[in-house]
């Protein structure tokens, strides 16, 4: 497994943009896929967006053309570049990786978007 740990949330009007950072523990070089999901009171985590060790993406369809996935591993870090953000993005962004014996996950950041 690996810690991982967000950053980057907070309150932005519709329209507006943010970061998110996960940083991992240990090296992710071989880690595939990352990825970031989200969540909202009563519903189950949805997928965001996800990032092989080979950089291919795979998007929501919901937040396609708005964000963007990306990795450095040098810096043991994902992040998710959110613009022209929605209020109905507003939801507890969750960091995760695919590891073994199980998945690891972040313990999430918040994003709430006003209208």
């Known amino acids: 497994?690996?810690?991982?740990?967000?950053?980057?949330?907070?309150?932005v009007q519709a329209g507006g943009s943010l970061r998110l950072s996960c940083a991992a523990s240990r090296s992710i070089f071989s880690i595939s896929p990352m990825g970031w999901y989200?969540?909202?009171p009563g519903k189950q985590r949805e997928l965001v967006a996800h990032i092989t060790s080979s950089a291919n993406t795979n998007y929501a369809d919901s937040v396609k053309g708005r964000f963007i996935i990306s990795r450095d591993n040098a810096k043991n870090?994902?992040?998710l570049q959110m613009d022209s953000l929605k209020p109905e993005d507003t939801a507890v962004y969750y960091c995760y990786a695919n590891t073994y014996p199980r998945d690891s996950w972040g313990q999430g950041t918040q994003v709430t978007v006003s209208s």
Do not use: A, N
């Open 1 to 11: 497994q690996v810690r991982l740990v967000e950053s980057g949330g907070g309150v």
């Open 38 to 40: 989200r969540q909202t």
């Open 77 to 79: 870090t994902v992040y």
